[in-house]
């Protein structure tokens, strides 16, 4: 008797388990934007009198806390811990503490440059970190981009200028120079520092994900050692800067949301870096520029103006040349 095989089930098979990868990814990424856009207004939610209540520096020690304690969680649940009974070889730790270093510089960074420019002139040149973020992917991964992702990485820093630009307070000639707010303004040493900014941003993007790709250790163990230093780092860090505020003084319920959706971010960002492309950050935080607008309008009252319609079509093209 001459058996047909069924030639189509492996490829229902493949297909659908292409059609629950897609799904998965497009349920993490959608996360991220939303937790990465709903930031700046939670942020706003918490401010008294136009200040926040809470001490910034000890926010980011706990959510770096957040992260080194569900990362050693998740190790033991997964019944990885072989690697906790003995001390690990420095070569395999070393590399996890050059990108604390470089994201706790980049958080200093942004503090000082505030004395050289004003604060609207740095939410639009920051999307520079876009061009050098792809810069450094190519040169230091060996990524060779297309003509049309080259194209669409412009258009999403261009994406990233028109959204900012919208937001600017350029002032009324009718109005007094008392009643307008703080005008544009950056100095060449403003300019100078928003270039090592981008740079720094950049390099700390895509040295995480060479590392992280570069071993074959799991992922739960890499967040392990990278978020150890970070603790150490940003605690450090904040205890080095006086502040009147105590530690955990003025934290709310909208605080420890903030903490736990940003340290769930940075746990998702590993995976995107270990099994993605720092690229994709890229997309997922320019989109969520989208997401913050829209939450500001919804929950602040912010007004959207049809200006806002430009970012959104030029990231919209942007997703599609980079990825068709």
């Known amino acids: 008797m001459i058996v047909i095989q069924n030639v189509r089930t492996p490829s229902r098979v493949k297909y659908r388990r292409q059609w629950v990868k897609r799904l998965q990814w497009g349920v993490l990424l959608g996360l991220m934007v939303l937790i990465y856009g709903s930031h700046a207004p939670l942020i706003t939610l918490t401010k008294i009198d136009g200040q926040v209540p809470?001490?910034?520096s000890s926010c980011v020690v706990m959510i770096e806390l957040a992260k080194l304690l569900i990362s050693?969680?998740?190790l033991i649940l997964s019944g990885d811990i072989s690697a906790l009974h003995a001390p690990p070889r420095l070569v395999l730790v070393a590399p996890y503490a050059i990108p604390a270093i470089l994201y706790a510089l980049n958080n200093n960074l942004v503090v000082v440059?505030?004395?050289?420019?004003?604060?609207?002139?740095?939410?639009?040149l920051s999307n520079l970190k876009i061009a050098s973020t792809a810069l450094l992917y190519s040169l230091c991964l060996g990524k060779r981009l297309r003509r049309g992702q080259w194209l669409a990485l412009g258009l999403l820093m261009g994406a990233g200028v028109c959204h900012s630009y919208s937001s600017l307070d350029l002032g009324d000639p009718d109005r007094d120079e008392a009643q307008q707010g703080p005008r544009l303004h950056i100095t060449a040493w403003g300019l100078f520092l928003v270039l090592v900014y981008c740079c720094v941003s950049g390099l700390a993007a895509v040295y995480t994900e060479r590392v992280l790709k570069s071993q074959t250790l799991p992922?739960?163990?890499?967040?392990?050692?990278l978020y150890v230093f970070g603790v150490a780092i940003n605690g450090l860090s904040s205890s080095a800067v006086t502040s009147e505020k105590s530690f955990l003084e003025g934290y709310s319920g909208v605080v420890w949301a903030i903490i736990a959706g940003q340290a769930a971010n940075g746990l998702l960002m590993s995976v995107v870096l270990k099994h993605g492309s720092g690229i994709t950050r890229l997309f997922v935080i320019s989109c969520s520029m989208l997401v913050n607008a829209l939450l500001s309008w919804a929950i602040l009252g912010l007004q959207l103006t049809p200006f806002f319609l430009l970012p959104v079509s030029m990231i919209g093209l942007a997703a599609y040349l980079y990825y068709r």
């Open 54 to 56: 809470f001490n910034p």
């Open 72 to 74: 050693l969680a998740t």
């Open 113 to 124: 440059m505030q004395a050289y420019m004003d604060p609207s002139s740095y939410q639009v």
């Open 219 to 225: 992922l739960s163990l890499q967040n392990l050692y």
